[in-house]
Every structure is written in structure tokens, then in C-alpha cells.
């Protein structure tokens, strides 16, 4: 069964730096494209970035120039280096990944529970 977890949410104060980790795990044959949402209560999932097999990064422009998004293929993790961070980007933090199994074809779309990172003014 394909779990995604992720890791290293937490409290920080305006212009502080977090790092969040996903790992995925469960029977996994590869991983394509990797992403980071956000979920603020009240408002609607947003893709903050992502990254594709080979590298191809892509982020939202709210993040432009802050957060750095990379992945580790042989650990089947995706990492998001968040800097200056502002209380706006308050968020429960989800990982997303598209996923092949063996021995099947197309991937499926796997999910974390999400880490909640908190900005204090």
C-alpha cells in the first residue's frame, strides 16, 4: 500500500527558514512528478511546486525565490526548503507524488496527511 509522510513542519517566527520532507514508500516501481500543496482553512488547495523526473522544477509565484523544491530517487523523497517565510504561508503542507506499482499500467496520485507549518508575526 502507497503511503506518503511527511515531516518537518513546526512553528516559526517571520523570516525563518523550515525544511519538509515526504517520503514515500509501499511497493514502489518509480515516481514521476513530485509536488507541494498547501491547504489554508477557508480556502482552496494550492499547488505551491513541483518537480518532475528529471529536475524540471515549477513554482507557484507567491514562493518564487523563497522556497526550493528537490528530490532524492533513491529514497523516494521530495523536499521543500522554505525561506523567509511570512505568516501568510500558514498551512497545512501536502505532499503529492504520481506513482507506478509493478507489474501495472498508469500511475496512481498518492497523498500525505500533510505537516502544518505556523509563521508567527
Known amino acids: 500500500q502507497v503511503q506518503l509522510v511527511e515531516s518537518g513542519g513546526g512553528l516559526v517566527q517571520t523570516g525563518g527558514s523550515l525544511r519538509l520532507s515526504c517520503e514515500a514508500s509501499g511497493g514502489i516501481f518509480s515516481i514521476n512528478d513530485m509536488r507541494w500543496y498547501r491547504q489554508i482553512p477557508g480556502k482552496q488547495r494550492e499547488l505551491v511546486a513541483g518537480?518532475?523526473?528529471?529536475?524540471?522544477?515549477s513554482y507557484a509565484d507567491f514562493v518564487k525565490g523563497r522556497f526550493t523544491i528537490s528530490r532524492d530517487h533513491h529514497k523516494n523523497m521530495v523536499y521543500l526548503q522554505m525561506n523567509s517565510l511570512q505568516p501568510e504561508d500558514t498551512a497545512v503542507y501536502l505532499c503529492?507524488?504520481?506513482?507506478?506499482?509493478?507489474?501495472?499500467?498508469?500511475?496512481?496520485?498518492?497523498w500525505g496527511q500533510g505537516t502544518q507549518v505556523t509563521v508567527s508575526s
Open positions: 503529492n507524488a504520481d506513482i507506478f506499482l509493478p507489474l501495472t499500467t498508469g500511475s496512481v496520485s498518492g
Open positions: 518537480i518532475s523526473y528529471s529536475g524540471i522544477t
